[in-house]
């Protein structure tokens, strides 16, 4: 069941984001994290993942709270 959830943040875990959307696992495969099969998932949150990746944590935020605009497809 997915948790709902107003808008992804920073201080999200990996585990919350991949738990309030099916699509946030996409969105950090295209930013070249693999974080649905990583160990600290339930811990690092998406700032510090972002960080550790090099990647900009705004942009990666922008794309995964524009899956909470987008009408399901059905």
């Keep these: 069941m997915m948790a709902e959830i107003r808008r992804f943040t920073r201080e999200m875990s990996f585990e919350e984001a991949l738990e309030a959307h099916p699509g946030a696992a996409h969105i950090f495969s295209q930013y070249g994290i693999g974080c ?31 899956l909470l605009t987008q009408s399901p497809q059905g």
């Design 36 to 66: 649905s099969t990583c160990v600290v998932a339930p811990y690092e949150t998406i700032d510090e993942g972002a960080r550790s990746h090099h990647i900009d944590v705004e942009a990666l935020l922008a794309d995964l709270n524009a």
